[in-house]
């Protein structure tokens, strides 16, 4: 497996390595109005989220032509729910700008064949003609996507049964623990590794093991955003607290 220069940004504060994503992802949509985009939830992608729409009103880019396709979504929860990322993502980003509803895909974690809905997703996204820019966070034990730590990497889009420590970094979201959902659907590691472009985005340190182990480990499926290092165009965007075992 060729192993790649990983290009490596270090800010001062979570908010300019957003912005630094952002202006990147502005920069595709100049270039290819009809960008794929592969998008994230959680806290991490929130200032990339607002300064994309901060560029929108002002009239430098628009997603009008854009088609996205989430990385995830829990299993058994729905869209309207508070927590669920469809409504994370209107919330963040979607009801700001111009994207076309019928461009907006997020996986169906409702849906009565989970594993047809899976594969479906991933032919929808092959279909497209693939990501062409995958913006990712990061998890405390190095998952991307819901992809958790694994004894092998999973290519296809699939059912994930989430950590432990993944329903608790979660569980600051919900009301109690016990209302976490304990399942996904998450894309799997092929379509984000065939992404033509990645951007991974990490704050604070609590993620600086990740991190670490992300950039300087093994490629392992214990640390699933290792096989990364392999991916000939991968962006890390991070502050210094994410930066700081590096």
Same mark, same amino acid.
């Given at each position: ?11 001062? =504060?979570?908010?300019? *390595?957003?912005?630094? !994503? +952002?202006?990147? &992802?502005?920069? $595709? #949509? %100049? ?14 992608p ?16 628009s997603?009008?032509q ?11 929860i ?7 990322y ?24 409702q849906?009565?064949?989970l594993?047809?809905?899976? =594969?479906?997703?991933? *032919?929808?996204?092959? !279909? +497209?003609?693939? &990501?062409?820019? $995958? #913006? %990712? ?71 600086a ?23 000939p ?14």
């Open positions: 497996m060729k192993i790649h220069v990983l290009k490596i940004h270090v800010f001062d =504060r979570a908010e300019q *390595a957003g912005q630094a !994503a +952002a202006a990147l &992802i502005a920069a $595709q #949509l %100049l270039r290819k109005p009809d960008t794929v985009l592969g998008l994230a939830t959680g806290s991490s929130i200032p990339v989220y607002k300064a994309l729409i901060r560029l929108y009103k002002m009239g430098v880019i997603f009008g854009a088609v996205s396709y989430n990385l995830d979504e829990y299993v058994g729905d869209p309207a729910h508070e927590c669920s469809h409504r994370f993502m209107d919330e963040q980003l979607f009801n700001h700008v111009d994207m076309r509803p019928e461009a907006i895909h997020v996986p169906d974690g849906a009565a064949d594993a047809r809905t899976a =594969r479906n997703y991933d *032919a929808a996204i092959r !279909a +497209a003609g693939g &990501i062409d820019l $995958q #913006l %990712l966070g990061i998890g405390r034990n190095g998952h991307i996507g819901f992809n958790e730590p694994n004894d092998h990497f999973v290519g296809g889009c699939h059912v994930v049964d989430l950590t432990q420590s993944t329903i608790e970094a979660n569980q600051r979201f919900f009301n109690s623990i016990d209302d976490v959902p304990r399942q996904a659907v998450s894309l799997g590691i092929t379509a984000i590794t065939q992404a033509k472009t990645v951007l991974l985005i990490a704050s604070g340190s609590d993620k093991q990740a991190v670490h182990d992300a950039i300087r480990g093994e490629i392992t499926p214990q640390v699933q955003a290792s096989i990364l290092q392999a991916h165009d991968v962006h890390f965007l991070l502050d210094r607290d994410a930066a700081a075992l590096l």
